[in-house]
């Protein structure tokens, strides 16, 4: 999916922060929301992470506008960080427009900061690249690993990772987002595991709702009525399909040696993850209900 050469996206709101190395300030045990935990199959140990982290002190990085350097859809199509802030405002316009179709209440922008390797957040500890992509509900931010993107066409993953497979995670954080100021993701029971269980329903939802921006992401248009992106072709599709097969607890399952055990799970199977992401072009945000749903149709 290609941004129109032309189109502005110097409204952004992404910010890049620098590297930081401390544990950052806890925020009473909000646990983060990820694309799955690379930890769960590298055995690092998160929990003063997804705990809430270590309060005894930490200093938060400093942080870079990208609306310098991220002026137009060219510069989103040629280099990554100006991809992600592009697809910010893009995917918050998604959202502004669509967010009544999920709840009653009023939307809200998230904060988007891009990290390499490692960095604090205000809500939710310390993050390293073993985390991946997550969301704090506590800050209500988007972190975004962008060196993950390179992970994810290495092995175990081995994906395309196309455009459109980055911009497919950042839509699913988004999604998360989206879950923490409804009020679905403070009802949902996020403890247990299994292939129906809350903490898999969430994580189709994300899909879901990452699919519905992919579909809808063509009709938005920046402050002149240029049309922000171009239709994703079949092969941009195949690429986010792929990278959702990757994240699939099955697949990581598998490629880290350990038997296929579905009562581990915590954000769902290659396959369901691909037909929720469908489900969600095809349906929109409407079409995500996926607590509605009877497990064995999960
Ligand atoms: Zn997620």
């Not at 996206?9 to 909000?30: E, H, M, P």
């Not at 510069?75 to 995917?91: F, L, Q, T, Y």
């Amino acid at each position: 999916m290609t941004f129109n050469p032309d189109s502005d996206i110097s409204g952004s709101n992404v910010r890049k922060r620098g590297r930081g190395t401390a544990i950052g300030v806890g925020g009473g045990g909000l646990a983060v929301v990820a694309v799955f935990l690379i930890a769960q199959f590298t055995g690092i140990d998160l929990s003063g992470f997804v705990g809430g982290g270590d309060t005894s002190g930490g200093s938060a990085p400093l942080t870079t506008s990208l609306s310098e350097k991220c002026k137009t859809g060219e510069d989103a199509n040629e280099n990554i960080e100006c991809r992600m802030a592009g697809a910010g405002v893009s995917i918050d316009d998604f959202w502004a427009d669509n967010y009544s179709l999920v709840s009653s209440g009023e939307y809200r922008t998230p904060q988007f900061a891009l990290f390499e390797a490692s960095t604090t957040t205000q809500g939710c500890g310390g993050a390293s690249s073993a985390t991946g992509p997550f969301y704090c509900p506590g800050d209500e931010t988007i972190y975004i690993d962008t060196s993950f993107f390179s992970q994810l066409q290495q092995p175990p993953f081995d994906t395309t990772g196309g455009p459109l497979a980055q911009l497919y995670i950042a839509a699913h954080e988004w999604g998360h987002h989206i879950q923490a100021i409804s009020g679905i993701m403070e009802s949902a029971n996020r403890t247990g595991t299994g292939a129906d269980s809350d903490s898999v329903r969430i994580e189709l939802q994300a899909d879901c709702f990452a699919g519905a921006w992919v579909a809808g992401a063509s009709q938005t248009e920046d402050s002149s009525g240029r049309t922000l992106l171009e239709e994703p072709s079949a092969a941009e599709i195949a690429d986010a399909l792929d990278a959702a097969a990757a994240v699939g607890d099955d697949r990581i399952q598998a490629g880290s040696g350990q038997g296929v055990n579905s009562e581990a799970w915590t954000h769902g199977s290659s396959e369901q993850r691909q037909r929720w992401f469908n489900a969600g072009r095809e349906g929109g945000p409407a079409n995500c209900d996926t607590f509605s749903v009877d497990g064995s149709q999960l």
